[in-house]
């Protein structure tokens, strides 16, 4: 038993030991920035002591440094069980924010606001509520743009931030990888490219850059290239050599001499301990737009533009200012030379960590921030947006749920329904008025047709069986208009609106509706008296009622239809009082129905006013009131028709 005892002590005296050497290298390799190997260290540690506070908090803080804060969760959680803190509790926010946890972030962010009094730490948790709330109605901006993963083209590693130049397209990517990057336990990435037509990459040719050698033992990525394909710019760090620059910088290799030049370090990085990377052009090549994490920022990662310099350097940076910025990361900017600037960030409101937003301008003028919305945005990072067709197509890069690896390259295109399509095909049909008989097929009248602007929209003449056919809009407004020498050329509107199914319920692309209409023309001959029907007036009164109006205005309609004839409108009454007074009322009517269609715009010179009294009645002797009306009537005839 004694023994035993002693073996058991001497066990636990080597445990002890061997977790105090296990807790010395994981806040080592934290402190180095090696956050996967403290991950790792720590773990086994919490597998033996899972409330170990420091271990809980290496752990969350290195899944949140090496951009992994969605994991970072349950042990944020167990950190505030112990010792609730403002840090704790906002991180653990974020961390389910990242989780799209949105109410739980939300009570996370209010109890961080009871450890606080400091104003900004306040301000900054609130504007995360705001983002919370804002998010939950984010609409489109694309909606029929449809997202897909490039499969052949991503590996088990990450894949990200592609570009297209002189039909090649370039990208970055953790195959071939002769290391693991220790902040995350990724492969190190490198700079590749293939062949590309638009969207169609050939993979099997994919190839580490020719332009340049890639180097080993660090990141190389993001990757822009100048318009006219003379300067390449990327991002080179995370070296684990104490020999290498310290941080992640921009590297220029120009074109010269038939090749590329060896890769340089920017002086627009100014300082080698600042964070700068994701470069873009302009379109016209002469403004560099970077991320940085220089001091004067807005927040952990802003956006910048540099100018061309005389010397083709980039210099003079500037801030784009706090309506791009915000407090969080903003990251790889892309202008495009309609005026919008698309970018990703995790400071605007969002779906969880980086989404991708575009500052256009309203139509005030005002600059604006929208994001793209749920068919390009995810709870994970979206980020690296590239136009092969602007708008409609291009890619973008995310490591969102069911990829092929860590960060994959992802296709876009439009597709937007095509909209289905009504052709209304109308039939028109002339025919001419023979007295006694049916209406007659008239052959040859040119029939024309105008839209609602009078603009002309087609014309033909009407074949053997009087037919003519036009292809009209749904919903629009068309004048017809038929002639043909010896006939009075005729005018009638035409509409489709209501004619036409609703659109939402066709199932074919091409959907044609036939319709008719026919238009009747009347033989124009000259001195055949034609009567007016329904012009009354009042009893011994010459005035043109309202309901005689209507009448009228068919005359006027013909007289505009027929510019170059001459009328005689002529009234007539009946027996039943002294001629010289039935002569004077037909008179005074005749000349009121001509002022009346002089009133709406036609010649005073192509009327003349005619009264005949009671000297030319249809029905002598007449007894009833029928037969009186018949004898009281209006009538035109062509007594001139001009060449």
Request: one cysteine or more; glycine letters at 8%; aromatic letters at 12%.
């Amino acid at each position: 038993m004694k023994n035993n005892f002693l073996w058991i002590c001497l066990l636990s005296f080597i445990g002890l030991a061997s977790c105090k050497s296990l807790q010395e290298k994981g806040n080592e390799q934290f402190l180095s920035g090696q956050y996967q190997y403290a991950i790792s260290s720590f773990s086994q540690i919490l597998a033996d002591d899972p409330d170990n506070q420091e271990a809980n908090q290496v752990i969350a803080e290195s899944y949140r440094l090496s951009n992994r804060i969605e994991e970072a969760a349950p042990y944020y959680e167990k950190l505030v069980e112990e010792d609730p803190t403002f840090d704790g509790y906002y991180r653990l926010g974020l961390s389910l924010k990242a989780q799209d946890k949105v109410e739980e972030a939300k009570a996370a962010f209010e109890k961080a606001k009871g450890y606080t009094q400091d104003e900004t730490y306040l301000a900054e948790t609130q504007r995360q509520l705001e983002a919370i709330k804002l998010s939950q109605g984010i609409e489109d901006y694309w909606p029929y743009h449809e997202l897909v993963n490039y499969k052949d083209l991503n590996t088990a590693g990450p894949d990200y931030a592609p570009v297209i130049s002189e039909d090649f397209i370039y990208f970055t990517s953790g195959r071939q990888a002769s290391g693991l990057y220790p902040a995350d336990g990724s492969p190190y990435t490198k700079l590749f490219r293939a062949r590309a037509d638009g969207l169609r990459v050939d993979v099997s040719g994919a190839q580490a850059l020719p332009e340049f050698k890639n180097e080993e033992g660090l990141n190389q990525a993001a990757i822009a290239i100048s318009p006219d394909g003379n300067t390449i710019i990327y991002a080179r760090g995370n070296s684990t050599s104490d020999k290498d620059l310290p941080e992640t910088a921009l590297f220029v290799s120009y074109f010269r001499g038939g090749g590329f030049t060896q890769p340089i370090w920017m002086p627009v990085n100014e300082d080698e301990f600042w964070w700068n990377s994701t470069p873009a052009f302009s379109e016209d090549g002469e403004v560099l737009y970077f991320a940085s994490n220089r001091p004067g920022g807005f927040g952990g990662i802003d956006l910048y533009s540099a100018t061309k310099l005389a010397n083709g350097d980039f210099g003079n940076p500037k801030n784009l200012g706090p309506n791009i910025n915000t407090p969080g990361n903003e990251l790889f900017p892309r202008p495009m030379g309609d005026g919008k600037f698309f970018f990703s960030s995790d400071g605007h409101p969002g779906y969880g960590k980086l989404d991708l937003f575009v500052a256009e301008n309203d139509a005030s003028g005002e600059q604006v921030i929208k994001n793209l919305g749920e068919n390009f945005n995810s709870t994970n990072d979206d980020f690296s947006l590239f136009f092969t067709d602007y708008p409609k197509a291009g890619f973008i890069s995310s490591n969102r749920d069911g990829g092929v690896g860590d960060d994959d390259i992802y296709y876009f295109e439009d597709k937007t329904p095509k909209p289905k399509i009504i052709n209304v095909l109308l039939n028109v049909y002339t025919k001419q008025r023979v007295a006694g008989e049916d209406d007659a097929v008239l052959e040859q009248a040119r029939v024309v047709l105008y839209d609602s602007l009078n603009k002309q929209a087609g014309g033909d003449f009407s074949n053997t069986n009087g037919r003519v056919r036009f292809t009209l809009t749904p919903d629009s407004d068309f004048t017809i208009i038929a002639s043909k020498s010896g006939y009075f050329s005729k005018s009638i509107p035409y509409t489709t609106t209501g004619k036409t199914p609703d659109v939402s319920t066709l199932v074919q692309d091409v959907t044609n509706i036939t319709l008719d209409t026919t238009i009747v023309l009347d033989q124009l001959v000259l001195d055949r008296s034609i009567v007016l029907e329904n012009i009354y007036y009042d009893l011994d009164k010459a005035e043109i009622r309202s309901d005689a109006a209507v009448e009228l205005d068919k005359l006027v309609q013909i007289l505009k239809d027929n510019p170059a004839i001459r009328i005689e409108l002529s009234s007539h009454t009946d027996d039943r009082s002294s001629d010289a007074y039935n002569q004077d009322l037909s008179q005074r009517r005749a000349q009121s129905a001509v002022d009346y269609i002089v009133s709406q715009g036609i010649s005073s010179d192509r009327l003349v006013a005619k009264g005949y009294g009671e000297s030319q009645l249809i029905i002598e002797n007449a007894s009833t009131e029928e037969e009186h009306q018949t004898n009281r009537r209006t009538e035109f005839k062509v007594i001139e028709i001009k060449e």
